[in-house]
């Protein structure tokens, strides 16, 4: 495989030239040395000089990467020589505190450009001294600037070879042929590491492929929230958007007024459902929203949504000092929202404060679009198609028990999304079926699930330890994957615990590999 897309090496059709010249033995093993000459000499290097001079900046941070273009497999489960393609998926790799042997950090990249991820998986950063490890960054097939097929990657034709399997297959294939390729790296441990759905990636990368890594860091992965068992039943689809907010209860002031944030929130719907049964209401909702564009009736299910994105988004990131993962916010934008909505002058523009704090913390925006929700890092066409074939995570609200308006979790219109977008079926239970669920990582091995009390996705991860090697870690005061975050002077003590914990199993396994190298 080439590290080189298009490169292509002169070796072949010379072996052919001079073997047809040869008629003895003699001849013989010289066109076989002359063979291995020339393959070595002019077939595409691991690490091209190109290459290695094509350094990356991370944003943010004083570390540079390296960024490598592998030729990838499209189909890894077709053996068909006539139909197998390929395409350029980009790997990020960092050597600076790296000595030959010493372990390999791998982050399982997901729905997004993988610089952005790299940018926001600090921890990695912050021990790569302590352990001298590489780090590597491996995109996502669809992702950021990994596209098979190109702008048109999303069309129905092509959009098909985007599953789960097929990316952690693209892992995989990048930890055998690039990175054990690497010179002194074909018995380092390498451990997974991953944040959301990165985290789920990482996990189901151990439990698959077990002789690849030697253990996984899953933060904040809701790997038990894909529909299947009892995911999908009413009880686990609300835990989102009742832990969310939880989050707003409590960062309201206390006392008489501990509720009056999420009250006050929960109001605004019936207010924007009143507004919208008029013309004269949809411009006053356009107005108090500063919308780029009017409201229609037909628009009002996409601001609803726009406005659980707003709340639940700072639900996830309510960490303890100002960050721009999914938007630029302040520190825990949850009780500086709730602050802002306090303030209002009704229900409607208590909520229109609110969802500021996440869409306009900058004060920058004129107008806002209800279309775009979150930064452009992630990739939305992409996991539009995911959540709607086999990555279905299925979250609801009741309006009673949550801020929220009733909004039941509809199985049969995200099928029928599938089919009128992407011509797909969905196959609700085939995640289940193929990845596997608690009884899955039950019988694996070397896998840290940390979630945080306040990520609304801790409903759908593991907060049980399942046996003496698969363990869950909780953080009462942890936000979304806080605890693969960059060392923080506000950091709550329950997330530095965490990051201890993480080190402890990291050095464990690779003691372990240690010993098995000795044997």
């Given at each position: 495989?080439?590290?080189?897309?298009n490169?292509?090496?002169?070796?072949?059709?010379?072996?052919?030239?001079?073997?047809?010249?040869?008629?003895?033995?003699?001849?013989?093993?010289?066109?076989?040395?002359?063979?291995?000459?020339?393959?070595?000499?002019?077939?595409?290097?691991?690490?091209?000089?190109?290459?290695?001079?094509?350094?990356?900046?991370?944003?943010?941070?004083?570390h540079?990467?390296?960024?490598?273009?592998?030729d990838q497999?499209?189909?890894?489960?077709?053996?068909?020589?006539?139909t197998?393609?390929?395409f350029?998926?980009?790997v990020?790799v960092?050597?600076?505190?790296?000595?030959?042997?010493g372990?390999?950090?791998?982050?399982?990249?997901?729905e997004?450009?993988?610089?952005?991820?790299?940018?926001?998986?600090?921890?990695?950063?912050?021990?790569?001294?302590?352990?001298?490890?590489?780090l590597?960054?491996?995109?996502?097939?669809?992702?950021?600037?990994?596209?098979?097929?190109?702008?048109?990657?999303?069309?129905?034709?092509?959009?098909?070879?985007?599953?789960?399997?097929q990316?952690?297959?693209?892992?995989?294939?990048?930890?055998?042929?690039?990175?054990?390729?690497m010179?002194?790296?074909?018995?380092?441990?390498?451990?997974?590491f991953?944040?959301?759905?990165?985290?789920?990636?990482?996990?189901?990368?151990?439990?698959?492929?077990?002789?690849?890594?030697?253990?996984?860091?899953?933060?904040?992965?809701?790997?038990l929230?894909v529909?299947?068992?009892?995911?999908g039943?009413e009880?686990?689809?609300?835990g989102?958007?009742t832990?969310?907010?939880?989050?707003?209860?409590?960062?309201?002031?206390?006392?008489?007024?501990?509720?009056?944030?999420?009250?006050?929130?929960?109001?605004?719907?019936?207010?924007?459902?009143?507004?919208?049964?008029?013309?004269?209401?949809?411009e006053?909702?356009?107005s108090?929203?500063?919308?780029?564009?009017?409201?229609?009736?037909?628009?009002?299910?996409?601001?609803?949504?726009?406005l659980?994105?707003?709340?639940?988004f700072?639900?996830m990131?309510?960490y303890?000092?100002?960050?721009?993962?999914?938007?630029?916010?302040?520190?825990y934008?949850?009780?500086?929202?709730?602050?802002?909505?306090?303030?209002g002058?009704?229900?409607?523009d208590?909520?229109?404060?609110?969802?500021?704090?996440?869409y306009?913390?900058?004060?920058?925006?004129?107008?806002?679009d209800?279309?775009?929700?979150?930064?452009?890092?992630?990739?939305?066409a992409?996991?539009?198609?995911?959540s709607?074939?086999?990555?279905?995570?299925p979250?609801?609200?009741?309006?009673?028990?949550?801020?929220?308006?009733?909004?039941?979790?509809?199985?049969?219109?995200?099928?029928?999304?599938?089919?009128?977008?992407?011509?797909a079926?969905?196959r609700p239970?085939?995640?289940?079926?193929?990845?596997g669920?608690?009884?899955?990582?039950?019988?694996?091995?070397?896998?840290?699930f940390?979630?945080?009390?306040?990520d609304?996705?801790?409903?759908g991860?593991?907060t049980?330890?399942?046996?003496?090697?698969?363990?869950?870690?909780?953080?009462?005061?942890?936000a979304h994957?806080?605890?693969?975050?960059?060392?923080?002077?506000a950091?709550?003590?329950?997330?530095?615990?965490?990051?201890?914990?993480?080190?402890?199993?990291i050095?464990?396994?690779?003691?372990?590999?240690?010993?098995?190298?000795?044997?």
């Open positions: 495989r080439r590290l080189l897309p490169a292509t090496s002169p070796a072949p059709a010379l072996c052919v030239l001079l073997g047809t010249m040869a008629h003895r033995r003699h001849d013989l093993c010289i066109v076989a040395v002359l063979c291995v000459f020339f393959a070595y000499s002019t077939a595409a290097p691991l690490l091209p000089s190109s290459l290695a001079a094509t350094r990356e900046n991370v944003k943010g941070n004083t540079s990467l390296d960024t490598l273009w592998y497999v499209l189909d890894h489960f077709s053996f068909s020589a006539s197998q393609r390929y350029r998926q980009r990020l960092n050597r600076d505190h790296w000595k030959m042997g372990p390999i950090f791998f982050y399982t990249g997901n997004g450009d993988i610089a952005w991820f790299a940018e926001n998986t600090g921890f990695m950063w912050d021990i790569a001294p302590e352990f001298g490890a590489m590597v960054f491996s995109e996502h097939r669809y992702y950021g600037e990994s596209l098979p097929f190109g702008n048109a990657s999303f069309t129905p034709e092509n959009v098909q070879y985007l599953t789960v399997e990316a952690l297959a693209d892992h995989a294939t990048v930890i055998d042929s690039v990175v054990r390729g010179p002194g790296a074909d018995q380092s441990p390498i451990v997974a991953g944040g959301s759905y990165g985290g789920m990636l990482a996990a189901w990368l151990r439990a698959k492929y077990p002789s690849v890594v030697v253990g996984a860091i899953a933060a904040s992965a809701p790997v929230q529909w299947g068992d009892s995911a039943t009880k686990s689809s609300e989102f958007s832990i969310a907010t939880t989050d707003f209860v409590s960062s309201s002031i206390t006392g008489d007024l501990s509720t009056s944030c999420q009250d006050r929130i929960r109001r605004s719907w019936d207010a924007i459902a009143k507004l919208a049964t008029s013309s004269r209401g949809l006053e909702l356009s108090s929203f500063r919308l780029c564009k009017d409201l229609t009736p037909e628009s009002i299910p996409t601001l609803q949504n726009w659980y994105s707003a709340y639940t700072m639900a990131a309510d303890p000092y100002p960050a721009n993962f999914l938007n630029p916010m302040p520190a934008p949850c009780r500086v929202a709730c602050g802002e909505a306090l303030r002058t009704s229900d409607i208590s909520a229109f404060r609110a969802i500021s704090v996440y306009n913390h900058t004060g920058s925006a004129e107008c806002f209800i279309l775009s929700d979150a930064t452009s890092n992630l990739g939305t992409a996991w539009d198609f995911q709607c074939t086999e990555v279905i995570l979250v609801s609200a009741n309006g009673k028990s949550d801020m929220f308006y009733s909004m039941p979790f509809d199985l049969a219109a995200t099928q029928e999304h599938c089919r009128s977008a992407y011509r079926i969905s239970r085939w995640g289940r079926i193929s990845l669920g608690k009884e899955t990582f039950r019988a694996s091995s070397n896998i840290v940390s979630n945080g009390k306040l609304p996705w801790f409903a991860g593991v049980e330890t399942l046996s003496d090697t698969v363990v869950a870690v909780v953080i009462p005061d942890g994957h806080l605890d693969l975050r960059a060392a923080n002077p950091d709550p003590p329950s997330v530095i615990r965490a990051r201890d914990i993480h080190r402890q199993h050095r464990r396994w690779i003691a372990e590999h240690a010993q098995r190298l000795a044997k």
